[in-house]
């Protein structure tokens, strides 16, 4: 089942930039740095981005990021970038940028929706993370983080909490859903925020790597129920339970994101686009 995770989406396909991830190290520590070298977050940076620069976080494809990055630094991305003039993304954008170099080397890759648990106390940001098949197990990594700033390895994080197993521990009354979302003092949380990104964790599970404010189609709390037990069981290494996700997916048109979305961006950018 790690076979189709080697696979290029239509979201990592670097397209004509596939040289630039050739030239990247093979150590995975080494290689997020690199991807920390190109993007920079749209928020946790500190820095006001506004205008086209803000409207990076929109670029959606690796190979649009890329492209980006080559207009204002043409050669390998390991040499260096201000911070301030790196490609403006956000947590999606250093998960796929990092599967994007794995899958070209053959590693299997995937990104993972869910919460971050380790950014504050009382909070849980959502966030995507880079997961990759080590030959043995799935390991958990996340490129966003300066390992120097955190006491755990950021090639294999212990802490991460999936979309599926926030939403179930939500459903059995194990959590404060208010306490899942983007940020403290902006009201995307909660019940309705938790199934959104269920369905968004199986997207991304099945190659179609959405922007976070990607918008499509719409799904009960039973369908999320159903949808997270088959996540929760694939992720225990049910192949059954992987293959279910992944027809009911490929044939549920109230699921599958196809070629058109709803994008309400941070940004400001609010409308349908092609994909």
């Known amino acids: 089942m790690t076979q189709r995770y080697r696979e290029q989406s239509r979201f990592s396909d ?11 190290p093979e150590d995975l520590a080494e290689l997020m740095a690199v991807v920390r070298n190109v993007v920079v977050h749209y928020r946790a940076a500190g820095i006001a981005f506004t205008g086209p620069r803000l409207a990076e976080i929109d ?9 980006l990055d080559q207009q204002r630094f043409p050669g390998p991305l390991r040499e260096p970038r201000p911070e301030a003039e790196r490609v403006v993304g ?3 954008d250093f998960a796929l940028l990092t599967i994007a170099a794995l899958r070209r080397r053959g590693v299997p890759a ?27 197990r799935w390991v958990l990594a996340d490129p966003q983080l300066d390992p120097a700033a955190y006491p755990f390895d950021t090639a294999d994080v212990p802490l991460f909490i999936t979309a599926a197993q926030a939403w179930t521990a939500h459903r059995r009354g194990l959590i404060d859903a208010d306490r899942y979302g983007v940020d403290p003092a902006l009201p995307f949380r909660g019940h309705q925020f938790l199934l959104d990104n269920v369905l968004l964790e199986v997207a991304h599970r099945q190659g179609d790597e959405a922007l976070l404010w990607d918008q499509w189609g719409a799904i009960t709390d039973r369908t999320a ?14 192949t059954d339970a992987e293959r279910s ?17 709803h994008c309400a961006s941070p940004s400001g950018f609010d409308g349908w686009v092609s994909i």
């Open 14 to 24: 670097p397209g004509r930039f596939g040289e630039l991830l050739d030239e990247l």
């Open 245 to 261: 996700l992944a027809k009911r997916y490929a044939s549920d048109p109230s699921l599958h994101l196809t070629n058109r979305v």
């Open 90 to 92: 956000c947590c999606r």
């Open 225 to 238: 129920d159903e949808l997270a037990e088959l996540l929760l069981f694939a992720d225990r290494g049910d």
């Open 110 to 136: 995937r990104s993972r929706v869910g919460f971050s648990p380790y950014f504050a106390e009382d909070w849980n940001y959502d966030h995507v993370v880079a997961e990759y098949w080590n030959g043995r």
């Open 59 to 67: 670029s959606r494809w690796v190979a649009k990021m890329l492209e």
